[in-house]
């Protein structure tokens, strides 16, 4: 079948035409085809307006000498030169039916694989150990999860790894709590931290308020730092304790992420000694302050004053920075990855950039190399403001998680015939799914407004109406009582057909276009659309009604099932279920 976007093999078509006519080249890509509008129109090609410019002459002229050389009678019912010089293409209702057939067999829905494949460091979820996860690392799982899943998709290596913050002088404070809570160094603990925000918080206030307290805090970091045995010991029982909690959440979110993903602060900790003195080697360290800081160039304040990496605190300690350099050496340099890529929040950009510009100063990241602060925006509660719980407190995830659970179950009761296991099982898909699909489905740099109401409904862009969609074809093809054949003959020839169709079909360039924004709203955007172009199909073309032609039929139940396959691989890729019943 055909492989990957029609617009690209369009565009090449085209580009050929361009070359016997006017001994120009030009790639696929420059052709610059798009999916039209209007009505009785599938492509648009703009290419004659800039290549006119180019070559001196007039855009119709252009225009005309890619229409009357193009070779592609095989794809192409109809041209027609419109306005200044855009063309307008009509497809052949015969080729999209042999796409859609062909489509019908390929489980990746003509979705091509890459032909280099590289390498992606991808550090997403990232939570802080001794600390529940809150809504902020919500959004880094599931983009970062989307991201995972669809450059492996395409063929791509995916490293994943969870940069837990692991270490650092909160850990002197936390294991004396520890240790006064009853625990001991490789002993069966005498219960377990139920609520990690709250022993960290009385961690802290014992740190505060009491001397004595805060003294040893600051002695059991430094046998921390010095790797005494039993200091590590309850060290490893408090990350043990979090990662099991990271664990459920990853489990309810349908996050991939596992142990072995981890690669907390605590495991570059013991590269940063060599990377600061590999940075004061290649002579790009300045003393300030008593720090040791890198300026790299073209970052300044407001008054125009250099800013510094500091890579050695005065103090003697390193921080933040000094660990995401080591990531960055780390990952490009031993692990061999061409693509880093940090699924974090939007407040850390000049952290990443300033990181990236010295890493490649040092010659870790090179040109080789793509390194990308893969940021996004805050969830805001309806007020705007930072989502508060009604006490005021910050939102749990967990809590969160069960409670779209707890909703999608009444939403779904309202309309299902199901048992009650199988509901459950649904309310479950609903409600997480819809929790992931608000995150992904819009413009992930930007913030969003949390509003259950708008992310259960069942009208609009959300999971739960493109669900729906799937659950409706499967459906009609248990009715029907047949799954097409992988040879069904597909003929779309009303509009609601042929637009379905076409939806279906534009599926490998809106995961293309995904992949190198690095922007999973795309792939939401589109299945939106395959899911409103089915809506009008279902209400205006019949399928199992008396009188439909068997071939009609047969043709039509062809496209519900490739709706159907469609919308369910779009849906995992984002990691969404798609229950086969609502
Ligand atoms: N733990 C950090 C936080 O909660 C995020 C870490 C992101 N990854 C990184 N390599 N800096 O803010």
């Known amino acids: 079948m055909l492989q990957g976007d ?30 039209s509008n209007r009505a009785g ?24 000498a890619a229409v009357s050389n193009l070779d592609a009678g095989d794809l192409v ?10 063309i307008n293409i009509v497809l052949r209702d015969d080729f999209l039916g042999s796409a859609l057939t062909a489509l019908l067999s390929d489980p990746r829905a003509g979705v091509p694989v890459v032909d280099e494949p590289r390498r992606f460091a991808l550090d997403y979820s990232s939570p802080n150990v001794a600390k529940e996860m809150h809504v902020g690392h919500l959004r880094s799982s599931i983009i970062g999860e989307a991201l995972r899943r669809l450059l492996e998709f395409i063929g791509h290596e995916v490293v994943p790894h969870n940069h837990i913050g692991d270490w650092g002088t909160p850990f002197g404070m936390l294991i004396e709590h520890l240790i006064d809570e009853g625990w001991v160094a490789d002993g069966a603990q005498a219960h377990a931290i139920g609520d990690l925000n709250g022993f960290y918080q009385q961690a802290r206030v014992k740190f505060d308020g009491d001397e004595d307290f805060a003294d040893r805090a600051r002695k059991r970091v430094v046998l921390l730092q010095g790797g005494d045995e039993q200091t590590l010991a309850l060290w490893q029982g408090l990350v043990d304790e979090s990662a099991r909690h990271f664990e459920e959440v990853y489990e309810l979110l349908g996050v991939s992420l596992r142990r072995e993903d981890l690669y907390g602060e605590s495991f570059y900790n013991p590269m940063l000694a060599d990377t600061v003195a590999e940075l004061e080697a290649k002579g790009l360290t300045e003393i300030s302050d008593g720090a040791v800081c890198v300026f790299p160039p073209g970052f300044t304040n407001r008054e125009g004053e250099r800013l510094p990496l500091i890579v050695r605190k005065s103090d003697g300690g390193y921080g933040y920075p000094a660990t995401d350099l080591a990531t960055a050496r780390y990952w490009a340099g031993e692990r061999g990855a061409t693509d880093l890529l940090y699924v974090v929040g939007t407040p850390q950009a000049q952290h990443f950039a300033m990181v990236f510009a010295v890493a490649a100063q040092a010659g870790w990241l090179t040109e080789k190399h793509r390194a990308e602060h893969v940021a996004f925006g805050s969830i805001l509660g309806s007020d705007g403001k930072t989502i508060r719980t009604r006490a ?11 409670e779209a659970v707890e909703r999608a179950g009444a939403v779904v009761a309202e309309r299902t015939e199901l048992d009650a296991e199988a509901r459950a099982s649904v309310a479950r898909s609903v409600g997480i799914g819809a929790v992931k699909y608000a995150d992904l489905s819009g413009d992930r740099e930007k913030d969003y407004l949390f509003s259950w109401d708008k992310m259960l409904a069942m009208d609009g862009n959300t999971a739960v109406y493109l669900q729906y969609a799937n659950t409706r074809s499967l459906s009609v093809l248990r009715k029907a009582g047949q799954r097409p054949s992988a040879d069904t003959a597909v ?24 992949v190198e924004s690095l922007a999973p709203h795309r792939i939401c955007g589109h299945l939106y659309e395959i899911a409103t172009a089915f809506s009008s199909f279902w209400e205006r073309c019949p399928i199992l009604a008396p009188g439909t032609p068997d071939e009609v039929r047969q043709s039509r139940l062809a496209l519900a099932a490739a709706t159907s396959q469609v919308l369910t691989l779009g849906l995992s890729l984002l990691g969404i279920a798609a229950p086969e019943r609502l």
Do not use: W
């Open 491 to 514: 003929l779309p020839v009303e509009p609601a057909e042929r637009e379905l169709a076409l939806a279906l079909l534009r599926f490998p360039a809106a995961v293309s276009s995904a």
């Open 392 to 402: 005021g407190g910050s939102v749990k995830l967990v809590e969160l998680l069960h």
């Open 6 to 35: 029609i617009g690209l093999e369009l565009g090449g078509r085209i580009a050929t035409a361009l070359r016997t006519a006017l001994d120009v080249s030009i790639t696929p890509e420059e052709a610059l085809i798009r999916p």
């Open 41 to 64: 129109v599938d492509y648009q090609c703009n290419v004659a307006m800039g290549l006119a410019k180019k070559l001196g002459r007039k855009p119709r002229e252009v225009a005309e």
């Open 77 to 86: 019912a109809e041209t027609e030169i419109a306005g200044p010089g855009f």
